[in-house]
């Protein structure tokens, strides 16, 4: 179902955020609801967010982040690798331990593999992750390369977490994936219409995440702007 993802909204457990907003987003005719944060994600706040984004029927995804998390009753499981660490901790090691605990229960089809560039050296992700956020464009690009080409990764992700982002690096990154069957998400400080229609051009599906918090009437303005520029 992401392949058809063009717009998403991404919730963050540890924030607050109004039974309002939720109905507003979740009604906006975006393709997806993923639940997911860096940050302070507890089980209890992702069963919160959970049960109060299922009276939707708009799909809601979990983007694991911490093992304690998990829970079922969601569409499907996000699971980030962040290629650009430096440790191999977050692009195999957490994943290697999760299966050893749960490998025997897992129902593959729910999972997708994400493969992340993050590139805000001051975003918690980037931090936690101890990604190399110093990279050139053309680093990036072989990073996407390896991903789409090499690799075969569903998504690529492109993280910019709290700053917009380079649309240069952005465009790279779309013309490095061309020959891949690799998706392109993108994600990172949108706030406007017209912030996530220029990013509309290169990224398969757009992510919006703090404004959903921070100003929900806002956030739904984005999923006009992505729809549009998609359909046209
Ligand atoms: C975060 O990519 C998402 O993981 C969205 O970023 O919160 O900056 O919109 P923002």
Redesign the pocket.
């Known amino acids: 179902m992401y392949r058809e993802w063009q717009h998403a909204f991404?919730m963050d457990p540890a924030k607050d955020i109004s039974d309002e907003a939720i109905e507003t987003l979740c009604d906006s005719g975006t393709d997806a609801i993923i639940i997911?944060g860096s940050q302070d994600i507890t089980l209890d706040g992702v069963l919160d967010m959970l049960s109060r984004v299922r009276r939707y029927s708009v799909p809601c995804v979990l983007e694991v982040s911490t093992l304690e998390s998990i829970t079922p009753g969601f569409d499907g499981y996000l699971i980030p690798s962040v290629l650009n660490s430096t440790s191999s901790e977050w692009i195999v090691g957490l994943h290697r331990r999760a299966l050893e605990q749960y490998g025997g229960l897992m129902d593959w089809d729910e999972l997708l593999l994400e493969g992340y560039c993050i590139l805000n050296p001051d975003c918690t992700?980037a931090k936690l992750t101890k990604a190399d956020t110093s990279l050139t464009e053309s680093e990036v690009e072989s990073i996407a390369m390896m991903a789409g080409q090499l690799w075969k990764m569903p998504v690529f992700?492109l993280?910019?977490?709290?700053?917009f982002g380079d649309v240069n690096v952005l465009k790279t990154v779309k013309n490095a994936l061309r020959h891949s069957e690799t998706r392109l998400f993108y994600?990172?400080?949108?706030r406007t219409p017209e912030q996530a229609e220029q990013v509309a051009q290169y990224a398969d599906t757009v992510?919006?995440?703090?404004?959903c918090h921070e100003d929900p009437e806002l956030a739904l303005q984005t999923v006009q702007a992505v729809k549009q520029c998609k359909n046209n």
């Open positions: 991404k997911g992700a992700y993280e910019y977490s709290g700053m994600g990172g400080g949108i992510i919006v995440g703090n404004i």
